[in-house]
């Protein structure tokens, strides 16, 4: 009686695995999102034909298999058969299955070739992966281009304030796409791969630097879509989320006309900027909110860095002396080693501002004030 | 129930023994029999013992990982050691605890399986085992370093594994190094064994599928570790010799780093299953007390398996970004694995089917290793679907797919195995009870562990990521205690293999199981020092 008992707890364990899993299909926190693209909806049928022919093979295989466990016992007086072979039985359960699979496979070709298909769209956006953040350029629309950073508050992650409901999945700036039109999506990196995701769409495309991949989507409701970077790409992998805001078109239409305005004005105003001198207080708060930003993540918060990949700016000499003021604005802007470029992503007074906040925090008290002239006089000096 | 022995006792061995007892006094002891033996069954239990330590060692990583994702939010440790953590569990997983298990369990079985006195290059052997600690250790002092280990992932694609490493990438690159030496002069003797050493009568056909499946195994490492070893050395030249085999800027490609990974890494996810195959076969006839259904197609399949993984490797990289026509091809290709696949566990439940059946601890894990394996395997063929895996393609679904194939597929029937030729070992029965609760405990974790990955997989959680989205947190906690659980269990197994080498339980017979067939079960139990001196006749 032990056996049976234990038998029939290892037969439920298997049953209920199962049976979990078919009523996940109603919930999407244990299932595939159907999403909001003719795609996806595919994708996800797929995904459900898929499943339910594994849980009509599991069941009648294992079936069999604890039938003959219950049944076939020694202690129920089984005797064992003798038969080792059957050609005709062998035969069937391999041809069966592949029947099964070209069944399988038809459909799933079909939707394939549908997917990878990215000729006649309507919107090109350019899609640029760098540790960790994601940077978007409208093709059609080439003054509009922006950084797109995780905005989750350090503290959150931490521990010390409460995680908020879009927990690691909000930025500071989405990614803004019209319904019902193509769009197309050229996606590249900067440094190392990355993977631009948003499930809702059933997109999911490497960024491989020095190549250009593509992918499109087609969204059929307005919303906010949620992703996250899907290769590993180092320390903050998993701190670059994607979203996604799908507008209507003529809405669409509207804000991208205001980033155009919005762009043009911020480069006069950078312009303006440059004939400023900012005061030390002024440079030093918007230095740490730059730093915090764009910096922190490597050189940490007091500054010591996680040597040797990411050295100290507290005591460095590059933070220190004044002969270093060039070099020191070089780095920020070109880049050094594993550290990215930051010219595209700071604007003049930013960067003007967080080298003066690295020359002067945590104790690197050099007094030195470094203006937006300066950097600009730098990028033409080159 | 499991003490069950035959009744035959064999007087025919008293020569042997003899014979053996001559031969003990040559018996090195202490430190130097272990250093220095060519002897195949000491260096099994050496490779068996070193797998251990390595699954106990990996084990806590994967520990340490859980720990972290118990509930969101930074907890223990910070995302770069998490990335570390996750990198070396999985190194030490692959080729620290499943490769050498399954390699001590061919030094141990292939010579009594075929009658054979040892392996053919013995001291290749002796060399083949002393080289993998100093690997290991490499690997594992590279975490102490000033930036700490590797924390690229087990795959170290490149560029994050050239360019955007820290300098331990140099050991790294050594240590594999030294692990494929290991594991390919490991494959060579396996072969050069199998082939030349079969006692009179062992007919390819007639040998056990233990032994086919391992000969399959080794052909596929001397076939792929080398490739591994290319990739390996292209990472250290583009790291420190200003290469660019995998840079752009430089005229190299990074998804090059990927097709030349996977053509070793595809073929490697079979080394790491089919010498399982193997011990199921064997298992599952010995408790139904009937012969093996469909011995000769278990065979081709095998070695089906064998070619096709050869031609399957990209759809680990649908997403990289390859023409149609290619994601196509590997779509059908991955597909067709699963028909030979299929015709395994077909034949194990037909072998099954109309036995005299009974469950002792080897079969209660075989039985779990068809129910588990296979549930690995249906979700294998559902990221064969190319469409679809764009939405599986690094979730917890994958990570769920290969921890159900290698845990509960590969590490069970190492377990299975175990439990299966321990007596024959030690001579002695093994602590049935405590073996039960090994059982049961790592059964009920292990899914407790596994199986709501599906489902954090499916909702859309990224793997190798340090913390996670809110709606993630409930399953994690769930998977973390599961993980804890099933770690702990194997100290249960621990206990009892310890216990089993200080020779205690009851005597077992020759044959040891009531069902069991082969040459290795006609040897006095425990195996003598030296067997097969005189090849025995295979009718």
Known sequence: MKRISTLLVSAMLALSNSAIATTAAERSDVNLREGVTDISAQVYDLHMLMFWICVVIGVVVFGIMFYSMVMHRKSRGAKPANFHENVKVEVLWTVIPFIILIAMAWPAAQTLMAMEDTTESEVTILVTGSQWKWHYKYQDNPEVEFFSLMATQREQIQNKFEKGENYLLEVDRPLVIPTGKKVRFLITSDDVIHSWWVPDFAVKKDANPGFINEAWTNVNEPGIYRGQCAELCGKDHGFMPVVVIAKEPAEYEAWIKAQELAAIEAKAEEQRLLALNMSMDELMTQGERVYNTACVACHQPNGEGLPPTFPALKGSAIALEKQNIPAHIDYIINGKNNMPAFGKQLTMSEIAAVVTYERNAWGNNTGDMVQAKDVNAFINGK | ????????????????????????????????????????????????????????????????????????????????????????????????????????????LVPMMIGAPDMALPRMNNWSFWILPFAFLILLSSLFMEGGGPGFGWT?????????????????????????????????????????????????????????????????????????????????????????????????????????????????????????????????????????????????????????????????????????????????????????????????????????????????????????????????????????????????????????????????????????????????????????????????????????????????????????????????????????????????????????CKKQGEPVSDQVWEGAEGLEWEIPSPAPYHTFETPPVVK
């Open chain 2, 1 to 108: 129930m499991s003490t069950e022995t035959a009744t035959n006792t064999q007087d025919t061995h008293a020569d042997g023994q003899h014979h053996d007892e001559h031969h003990e006094h040559h018996i090195p002891t202490g430190l130097s029999r272990w250093l220095l033996t060519t002897n195949h069954k000491d260096i099994g239990t050496l490779y068996l013992w070193f797998a251990f330590i390595m699954f106990l060692v990996g084990g806590a990583m994967a520990m340490v990982i859980r720990a972290e994702l118990f509930q969101p939010g930074q907890q223990i440790v910070n995302p770069e050691f998490f990335n570390q953590m996750t990198t070396v569990h999985g190194l030490i997983m692959v080729f620290g605890a499943v490769m050498p298990a399954f390699t001590g369990l061919a030094n141990w």
């Open chain 2, 156 to 500: 170290f694609y490149a560029p994050l594994s050239t360019q955007y490493s820290n300098d331990s990438t140099a050991l790294f690159v050594f240590s594999v190094h030294i692990m494929g030496i290991s594991s390919i002069m490991g494959a060579i003797n396996v072969v050069v064994t199998i082939l030349n050493m079969r006692a009179p009568g062992m007919t390819y056909m007639k040998m056990p599928l233990f032994v086919w499946t391992w000969l399959i195994t080794a052909f596929l490492l001397i076939a792929v570790m080398p490739v591994l070893a290319g990739a390996v050395t292209m990472v250290l030249t583009d790291k420190y010799f200003g290469t660019s085999f995998f840079d752009a800027a430089g005229g190299g490609d990074p998804v090059m780093f990927q097709h030349i990974f996977w053509f070793f890494g595809h073929p490697e996810v079979y080394i790491m299953i089919l010498p399982a195959f193997g011990i199921i076969s064997a298992i599952v006839p010995t408790f139904s007390r009937k012969k093996l259904f469909g011995y000769a197609s278990m065979v081709y399949a095998t070695a089906s398996i064998a070619l096709l993984s050869f031609i399957v490797w990209a759809h680990h990289m649908f997403t990289t970004g390859m023409p149609v026509a290619a994601e196509m091809f590997f779509m059908f290709a991955t597909m067709l694995i699963s028909v030979p696949t299929g015709v395994k566990v077909f034949n194990w439940v037909a072998t099954m089917w109309r036995g005299s059946l009974t469950f002792e601890v080897p079969m209660m894990f075989a039985i779990a290793f068809i129910v588990l394996f296979t549930i690995g395997g249906l979700s294998g063929l559902m990221l064969a679907i190319t469409p679809v895996d764009f939405q599986y393609h690094d979730t917890y679904f994958v990570v769920a797919h290969f921890h159900y194939v290698l845990v509960t597929g590969a590490v069970f029937s190492i377990m299975a195995a175990v439990y299966y030729w321990l007596p024959k070992w030690t001579g002695k029965m093994f602590d049935v009870t405590l073996a039960k609760w090994h059982f049961w405990c790592s059964l009920i974790s292990v899914n407790v562990l596994f199986f709501p990955m599906h489902f954090v997989g499916l909702a859309g959680m990224p793997r190798r990521i340090p913390d996670y989205a809110l709606q993630f947190a409930d399953f994690n906690k769930w998977i973390s205690i599961g993980g804890f659980a099933f770690g702990l269990s194997q100290l249960i197994f621990l206990v009892l293999i310890i216990k089993a």
